[in-house]
């Protein structure tokens, strides 16, 4: 499977039975994502993020390392919601590559 994965920093709720958390969307396609958080979650957990102004996107952890987690959404996303959160990434005026697309196999 090959898709554009944007680079963000975007921070987004996990809401939780245990309270909400909160993550740091680190890349973001419209079949998933790369997330940072504190929260502890395995292999095959299914979670879901609330986008600002969107309804809450469900998801499935298919790997973690540490403090990371890559994330495959049950169902795809619209282009134009995966170029909303892009738009609401900040901006990194240190030459960062937060909006910029890798391509990945």
Do not use: K
């Not at 975007?10 to 929260?39: C, I």
């Amino acid at each position: 499977r090959q898709e554009y994965r944007w680079q963000v920093d975007l921070l987004v709720a996990l809401p939780r039975d245990s309270g909400q958390r909160h993550a740091l969307v680190r890349n973001l396609s419209e079949g998933g994502m790369m997330l940072e958080t504190d929260a502890d979650m395995a292999v095959g957990d299914l979670l879901s993020v609330e986008l600002d102004g969107e309804p809450r996107i469900e998801a499935r952890v298919v790997w973690r390392q540490e403090q990371s987690y890559g994330c495959q959404f049950r169902e795809r996303l619209p282009t134009a919601v995966v170029s909303a959160a892009i738009l609401q990434a900040p901006l990194d005026t240190a030459g960062d590559t937060a909006g910029e697309p890798r391509f990945e196999e």
